[in-house]
């Protein structure tokens, strides 16, 4: 069983930053892949960005290319994302997920089998 819990979202103006983090109860955290999804109101959860477990590989969605940086503190067992020029189409409940069998940097969401309660992020115009 791995307990995932996000922190650090809150209310921003546009154009701000942002970081939100990931704190895992894993063992072995430096063997699991993690990534951030996000859902906003009334849509399907999407993919953000990946993280390979030894950090050397990550994929973010062409929305976020440039603004996000997703990194890992395998000695802290912390994930982070850090959001810059944050704009109101970020706006979402951000969620971070980790899964022991894979290896490599994975935006496909069912392959996740671990997933936290989210945490709000607010851009406003």
């Known amino acids: 069983q791995v307990l995932l819990e996000e922190s650090g979202g809150g209310w921003v103006q546009a154009g701000g930053s942002l970081r939100v983090s990931c704190a895992a109860s894993a063992r072995r955290f430096r063997l699991y892949a993690m990534a951030w999804f996000r859902q906003a109101p009334g849509l399907e959860r999407e993919f953000v960005a990946a993280?390979?477990?030894?950090?050397?590989?990550?994929i973010y969605t062409d929305s976020v290319k440039g603004r996000f940086s997703i990194s890992r503190d395998n000695a802290k067992n912390t994930l982070s994302l850090e959001m810059n020029s944050l704009k109101p189409e970020d706006t979402a409940v951000y969620y971070c997920?980790?899964?022991?069998?894979?290896?490599?940097?994975?935006?496909?969401?069912?392959?996740?089998?671990?997933w936290g309660q989210g945490t709000q992020v607010t851009v406003s115009s």
């Open positions: 997920a980790a899964d022991e069998s894979l290896v490599a940097a994975n935006s496909r969401e069912s392959d996740f089998e671990y």
């Open positions: 993280i390979s477990w030894s950090g050397d590989s990550t």
